[in-house]
């Protein structure tokens, strides 16, 4: 014995078919937390500014205040005017930073500015280097140059 | 309702899509907190020169536009176009964290060759 079906099914003029809000609220939360999630772990790019030595010609006279070295060796030992400063394993340099902060404070208070030479060694890493710069910038020290290296 | 959840969505892919585009994949940028952001009206006057970290040999990978210059003299040319077509060009090198100091160094000579006298370290926050 066979049923006949179609007289359950709605007639196609009664199906509704206006615009479904709940399934799009859905899909919309699901890519929003998509967002959300990948939003926690952006890595930022920032940047340190300097200016290259000697390539750039002035056109007054410059008085050249003084010179502070801070050498980098390869093992990642950090020398500030041949005094060795904090470990090599030592990312923060503290006592870099610190001495750095209070040359600044010095020279602002003679007017005068602290010009930073970096040395770095051609086997030290970059990171190293970068980590320095991390710590003139917390010592608010904008004078930075790298000492001009020979063209091989 | 769902006017809430589109502005949150819009928002949240801004703020992705604006940071993600640049990072290379290929070499991770040192860490450095204390950097600075990125100025934004500086954005369209910068260049990237990618210097990417070959354990094999210690030395660096110079790469400019996806291009890999294995003579980094070739870039001088390029770079010294740059900064004629845009007086105020800003280098940014972005080196990996392993590469050596003196190959930066290197990188830090062909800019200067080029007469461009702007440079930035790039780094990330994290």
């Keep these: 014995m066979k049923k006949k079906r179609s007289h359950k099914r709605k007639h196609s003029s ?7 809000i709940a399934p799009m609220i859905d899909v919309v939360f699901v890519i929003l937390l998509f967002f959300i999630v990948q939003a926690g772990d952006i890595q930022v790019e920032n940047s340190h500014v300097t200016q290259l030595p000697g390539r750039v010609e ?21 020398y500030l005017n041949e005094e ?12 870099l930073a610190s001495t750095l902060n209070g040359l600044r404070e010095a020279a602002d208070a003679t007017k005068t500015k602290v010009l930073v030479t970096i040395y770095a060694n051609e086997l030290a890493r970059y990171e190293r280097v970068v980590d320095v710069l ?13 000492q001009a290296g020979a063209p091989e | 309702m769902i006017d809430v959840l589109l502005v949150l969505l819009v928002f949240f892919v801004m703020i992705t899509s ?17 950097a600075k952001k990125r100025e934004p ?13 070959d354990a094999s040999t210690n ?15 070739e870039v001088v040319p390029i770079l010294s176009e740059s ?19 003196g190959e930066i160094q290197r990188a830090m000579n062909l800019i200067g060759e080029a007469g461009i006298a702007d440079i930035a370290f790039a780094s990330s926050n994290k």
Aim: charged share 30%.
């Design chain 1, 14 to 20: 009664e199906v509704h078919l206006g615009f479904q």
């Design chain 1, 58 to 78: 002035s056109a007054e006279p410059v008085e050249l205040p003084d010179e502070v070295s801070i050498v980098v060796e390869d093992d990642g030992q950090v």
């Design chain 1, 84 to 95: 060795p400063m904090d470990e090599p394993a030592s990312k923060n340099l503290p006592q």
């Design chain 1, 134 to 146: 991390d710590a003139l910038t917390r010592a608010q020290i904008n004078n930075v140059t790298f």
């Design chain 2, 18 to 34: 604006a940071e993600v585009l640049k990072v290379d994949k290929n070499l991770t940028l040192p860490v450095s907190p204390n």
């Design chain 2, 41 to 53: 009206e500086m954005a369209k006057h910068e260049m990237a020169v990618n210097l990417r970290y």
């Design chain 2, 59 to 73: 030395k660096g990978v110079l790469v400019m536009d996806d291009r890999v210059y294995t003579d980094w003299q």
């Design chain 2, 83 to 101: 900064k004629k077509r845009d007086p105020k060009l800003r280098i940014v090198v972005r080196g990996d964290a392993a590469v050596p100091a």
